[in-house]
């Protein structure tokens, strides 16, 4: 899927998607939030696709919303952009972090408000040293509304979020990388080989057991540990009958005979 806003590429079993309003530095309007849950969906039906890479193209991944035009909603009451912009960017955020198979943000540069929440729904992410990361939307009189008061807490603890969600001030690669908000640091020449090289290394196991590995995890997160254990049982049981996990044991036990 290639749009005018939204671009795609695939390296072999990884499908990159590059945002593609560098003048404005990436800036979510409605048609780019669109687009990527159409990508996805798209993504998802094919079988020999099985990693995604996110990245911006410029010097930014993600400016967040386009002020410009949501606030042109704003106008127009509660109810509207609540529909439109709200509504819009946590399905967004929710089907990104959902997602069957891994999706991974390779981030080229800034990522503030809702390019900071796709960060914060990705699985996996790699971040360029220079890039900054920030919960600027204090600034316009509104909380992050694309998931990132709920999302970034568990992800990087209260205080350390609620330090980024009250200030606006940004965090550096580093501390992102040291809080756990990203998991890797490359230089900027070789961000995107690194990032499709994760994406590669996961699509080398059954496609089946990395999904129900990142639902265990996405729905364990928000429950008991009980809960969760129960969460992880049911996993276990589903992949016990499929031919993927009979062939990975068999090959196993092979190769260490």
Not at 58 to 76: N, P, W, Y
Not at 162 to 189: F, H, Y
């Amino acid at each position: 899927m290639n749009t005018s806003v939204l671009s795609r590429s695939d390296r072999e079993s990884v499908a990159i998607l590059t945002l593609e309003r560098p003048a404005k530095l990436n800036a979510l309007n409605y048609e780019l939030v669109d687009s990527i849950v159409q990508a996805l969906d798209q993504i998802e039906q094919e079988d020999q696709i099985r990693a995604v890479v996110l990245t911006g193209s410029g010097r930014a991944f993600s400016a967040g919303a386009d002020i410009h035009e949501f606030s042109q909603d704003v106008k127009l009451g509660t109810k509207i952009v609540h529909h439109r912009f709200v509504r819009r960017g946590q399905n967004m955020t929710r089907r990104i972090e959902n997602f069957s198979k891994p999706v991974i943000a390779a981030v080229n540069g800034l990522a503030y408000g809702g390019g900071c929440e796709i960060v914060e729904a990705t699985h996996l992410s790699i971040a360029v040293p220079e890039a900054k990361f920030s919960k600027a939307e204090i600034a316009i009189g509104i909380p992050p509304c694309f998931g990132g008061t709920q999302r970034l807490p568990r992800l990087i603890g209260r205080k350390r979020a609620l330090r980024m969600i009250l200030t606006g001030e940004p965090i550096t690669a580093v501390e992102a990388k040291e809080a756990g908000l990203i998991n890797a640091i490359a230089d900027k020449e070789k961000l995107l080989d690194e990032a499709v090289e994760l994406g590669s290394k996961v699509a080398h196991f059954a496609p089946e057991a990395v999904a129900v590995c990142l639902h265990a995890v996405d729905r364990g997160l928000n429950a008991t540990i009980d809960e969760g254990l129960a969460i992880e049982a049911e996993a276990f049981a589903k992949m016990v009958p499929t031919d993927a996990t009979r062939e990975a044991l068999n090959k196993f036990v092979e190769k260490r005979s």
